[in-house]
């Protein structure tokens, strides 16, 4: 047995390759050591599935006997499975078969676009409930005075609060912590959560500088590293937030709390993930749920583990305020060492040395938090599991040339911008890295319309590159892929839905819309003036009679479905990736807004991007976040585990990968199909 064993090992040359060959083996070892609560192979599920006015998918149904089973054992559960998996039937139906008919009480807490929806989905799962929205603090008031009297005990209540509203009722001031960026600047606001220094736009155009503390005084804003709110509440007298009223006066109450995309509330000091733990801390029985579990940092789990699930970090040894150590087991560290020449202490003779050692957290995870903190308390569900359930998905990225001319205006900008970056970062001057990576992300879709780009130093700006402009009125060759696309796509009876992230002064959305228009496709375009609770009822009033709509990803990445699944409105089912931007849990999202349940047709992903660009590095790097994601989700592979094992934040990364040189030979392009009954097939080429 042990010369087989190391004779097979001699032909396996890599992970994939031992996996594929041992695999097996290793699935009856784990299951001999580690005993699940319910094997969906052998055993049956859970009886009262069957009172449910929906009949979940076979893979749904395995998940909720699951689920019950675990919060019989413990009081809080993450439910991470990926979008359009129907995680609110799912966790629905685990309260409903738990509670075995006796009388309950659920509070759901989601994002504001999607408190609708909950109830509806709640009404046509469940039997005989009672579904009420709360909206603001006074809406408490009559169901604390209910409860006080004896009600909501002897019926199925059912709560949705919106995320804002759970925390709604203080005023708001800026939040940030000084640091020093640069020698001669001063001190500058960063992120608490993340540490990133926070950048703003200036008045010369697209262009970033560090921001001051007015800024953010004057705009609150969010981290654009992190996407954490740069702000806090101020409580004020006579106001209450709803999740505080509910953790003080309804102790008791609740017997069931969903915690809808958690991966939203990972920040260890904001606002809505503190309303979060002060909910799930007067709950009996916890279900958090997420589409996508890794933002990339080790610590976004840990400030969500230690709100639900706290024994594992106990048990470890942690505290709650050890994001350091924790990091430093289970994440990526830096250490930087800095030494300076100088006069050694009591010599002044002689020539000595201080040296200063900082640690910084960077992106990155060790496997082994999976097995330590996840395995125990996660039930982990993808699309292509649930069988022959779901249409064909085919992802495609579309690589497109640029013209010669714009291709020589922006090598001269971006070899500019390398010459005074590289003297910059020599004296520990960071400023212009943010700038590089707007501008030559932004330039080869918005080629005109530039002035010079550069920085402030100390009031004065300093000119670094001077874009060349070009002619507005003619089709840019990725315009006309995009355009060629959309034009397909109509002929074959299918909408589109294309993802724009530049709509401020470079607003390549309205450009896009109005050369659609001259073309003679209809379009549509949702704007974040839409309010989150309105923007699913405003995408069914408009999305029928268009060919095209067009918005930022960020607005429809949760929850919402781009299809009527009546049959009879609207159905994005292609979406193009015009931009797509450098934050991985966004592009996840608001990739899968079409492929979900119950959706009648094959469904499209098209990325595109311009070759030999900025565009094409940001593809790549983001391709290897998607590998690590999917890694910690259970889809291991080699790179998965390379990739694992972090690299900077992608602004960061992307800007090093010019400066530093990059080798594109070991990006990696995505393409390929993906479907419920053949699982998925991505095919991973070299990009020459």
């Not at 250490?335 to 300076?340: C, L, M």
């Not at 999976?370 to 085919?394: A, Q, V």
Request: aromatic share 8%; net charge positive; glycine share 8%.
């Amino acid at each position: 047995m042990q010369a087989t064993l190391f004779g097979g090992l001699a032909e396996v040359d890599s992970l994939d390759a031992y996996l594929a060959k041992y695999g097996p083996l290793l699935g009856q070892q784990a299951e001999r050591n580690l005993r699940p609560l319910v094997n969906p192979a052998t055993d049956g599920d859970h009886p009262r599935i069957a009172e449910l006015k929906r009949a979940p998918y076979p893979a749904q149904a395995k998940v909720i006997t699951g689920g019950v089973a675990a919060m019989r054992r413990q009081k809080a559960l993450l439910l991470v499975a990926e979008a359009g998996s129907g995680k609110t039937l799912q966790s629905a139906a685990m309260v409903h078969c738990h509670a075995a008919g006796r009388p309950y009480n659920a509070l759901v807490m989601c994002p504001g676009q999607l408190t609708r929806k909950w109830k509806r989905e709640l009404e046509e799962t469940l039997p005989g409930v009672n579904v009420r929205i709360i909206d603001k603090c006074s809406d408490l008031i009559p169901i604390w005075e209910l409860w006080t009297h004896g009600g909501f005990r002897k019926g199925q209540y059912w709560f949705i609060i919106g995320r804002d509203s759970a925390k709604l009722g203080s005023a708001k001031r800026a939040a940030y912590v000084l640091k020093y960026v640069n020698k001669g600047m001063g001190r500058k606001p960063h992120c608490p959560a993340c540490g990133a220094a926070v950048m703003t736009r200036t008045k010369e155009g697209d262009m970033l500088a560090f921001a001051e503390p007015e800024d953010l005084d004057k705009k609150l804003q969010d981290c654009p590293v992190c996407e954490e709110p740069l702000w806090q509440s101020i409580p004020q007298p006579r106001r209450f937030e709803p999740a505080k009223f509910i953790h003080k006066k309804l102790k008791g109450m609740l017997d069931y709390f969903i915690a809808d995309e958690i991966h939203e509330l990972k920040g260890a000091d904001t606002a809505q993930a503190n309303a979060m733990g002060s909910l799930a801390a007067v709950s009996k029985h916890v279900i958090a749920m997420t589409g996508t579990l890794i933002g990339g940092y080790a610590d976004h789990l840990r400030a969500m583990l230690w709100r639900l699930a706290p024994a594992t970090l106990l048990a470890d040894g942690f505290q709650w305020e050890d994001h350091l150590p924790f990091s430093e087991r289970y994440g990526r560290i830096e250490i930087r060492t800095t030494e300076k020449e100088g006069q050694a202490e009591g010599n002044k003779q002689s020539r000595g040395s201080k040296r200063t050692t900082t640690k910084y957290v960077r992106p990155g995870i060790v496997p082994s938090l999976y097995g330590n903190h996840l395995i125990g308390n996660s039930i982990f569900l993808g699309l292509d599991e649930m069988g022959e359930n779901l249409p064909l998905l085919r992802e495609t990225t579309h690589p497109v040339s640029v013209f010669p001319k714009i291709l020589s205006s922006y090598k001269e900008v971006e070899e500019n911008l390398r010459k005074h970056i590289k003297e910059m970062v020599r004296k520990g001057d960071r400023r212009l890295l943010a700038t590089l990576l707007t501008t030559l992300m932004a330039y080869p879709d918005h080629p005109f319309g530039w002035g010079a780009v550069g920085y402030k130093d100390k009031g004065v700006f300093i000119p670094c590159a001077h874009p060349e402009n070009h002619p507005e009125d003619m089709v840019y060759p990725k315009e006309r892929a995009l355009l060629d696309f959309c034009h397909t796509e109509r002929a074959l009876g299918r909408q589109v839905w294309v993802y724009v992230q530049f709509n401020g002064e470079r607003n390549v959305e309205a450009r896009l819309a109005a050369l659609m228009r001259q073309e003679g496709l209809s379009v549509g375009v949702l704007k974040a003036s839409v309010p989150l609770k309105d923007r699913e009822a405003w995408i069914a009033q408009h999305g029928a009679s268009v060919d095209v709509m067009l918005s930022h990803p960020v607005l429809v990445q949760t929850g919402l479905d781009l299809f009527d699944k009546s049959g009879w409105g609207h159905n994005f089912c292609s979406i193009a990736f015009y931009e797509t931007g450098y934050v991985l849990p966004t592009l996840r999202q608001a990739s899968r807004r079409a492929w979900r349940l119950r959706q009648p047709k094959e469904c499209k992903v098209a990325y595109f991007y311009y070759a030999e660009t900025m565009q094409e590095r940001a593809m790549n790097l983001m391709g290897q976040k998607l590998i690590a994601a999917e890694a910690l989700e259970g889809k291991f592979s080699s790179e998965g585990l390379i990739a694992l094992a972090g690299d900077d934040g992608m602004e960061t990364a992307l800007a090093k990968s010019l400066v530093s040189g990059f080798d594109e030979s070991v990006g990696r392009e995505w393409t390929g199909a993906r479907s419920g009954r053949a699982g998925r097939t991505i095919t991973l080429t070299e990009v020459v």
